[in-house]
């Protein structure tokens, strides 16, 4: 539908007044959060940031009722559940228009943080901020956008929820304009090709830090924009 069109359907009316475009970013982590040594080394906060038109719906749209058709039940992607040969087609759909995602992450190495950081209301905002702050938004002129739109998992506990809101809310507010407004919500991936594309490239990443299998990693290499270690001391080295 054309910006600015009218769309009525049984009474209801949606008009897009913005001419200029949102930024999407889409967020996935990798790993979990149990601190203790039998929970995962590390964990990885990824987003993928982009414009519509999204390239990637009209693919993997196509792709998952190939597969459906094939035999194969698909509600969504899911890389670390979906079989190899499904990942290597999901991959190759997201490459083609490779120009039009950036991909930044934040490895935390959990073995790393002192204890007061080991727990989710601590760690997440502080992780967050350095993800959306540092590498996230600067590679953008934020003055171009009518909004910034965050999309996450829907988030079934509710501290992590609040801790995920509270790192999103802060560093927005602070880094945005007075023009420029901003969004949160919390979406089944299920619903969202940009969930589930974050997921894979979020997936490949945490792959190569967690167990070592880079291969993933190098076929999405060209994508990922920053991939950086966690520093324990907060955004650009505040407390």
């Known amino acids: 539908m054309p910006r600015g069109s009218r769309y009525l359907r049984e009474g209801f009316t949606f008009h897009l007044t913005h001419t200029r475009p949102c930024l999407y970013v ?10 203790s040594p039998h929970g995962t080394r590390y964990l990885s ?43 290597d087609q999901v991959f190759k759909s997201i490459l083609v228009h490779d120009g039009q995602i950036h991909v930044d992450s934040i490895i935390v190495d959990k073995t790393q943080l002192p204890d007061g950081m080991k727990k989710v209301e ?35 506990v509710d501290r992590r929820r609040k801790a995920v ?51 993933s990693h190098g076929t999405i290499h060209r994508l990922i924009r920053n991939e950086r270690p966690f520093t324990q001391g907060g955004v650009n080295g505040g407390s």
Request: proline share 6%; with cysteine; aromatic share 10%.
């Open 26 to 35: 889409f967020l996935d982590e990798g790993g979990n959060l149990d601190f």
């Open 45 to 87: 906060l990824t987003s993928i940031s982009t414009v519509r038109p999204f390239f990637f719906d009209p693919p993997l749209i196509e792709l998952r009722y190939d597969l459906i058709e094939s035999g194969l039940d698909m509600p969504r992607f899911h890389a670390s559940e979906d079989r190899q040969v499904v990942r």
């Open 122 to 156: 601590h760690l997440y905002p502080i992780a967050l901020a350095q993800l959306l702050k540092e590498l996230v938004l600067p590679s953008y002129n934020l003055a171009l956008f009518t909004e910034v739109i965050v999309i996450t998992d829907t988030l079934p």
């Open 165 to 215: 809101e509270k790192g999103i809310k802060l560093t927005l507010a602070a880094a945005l304009s007075t023009g420029t407004r901003y969004r949160i919500h919390h979406h089944p991936s299920a619903s969202c090709m940009g969930l589930q594309v974050a997921d894979y490239c979020n997936w490949a990443i945490y792959r190569k830090w967690q167990s070592g299998d880079a291969r």
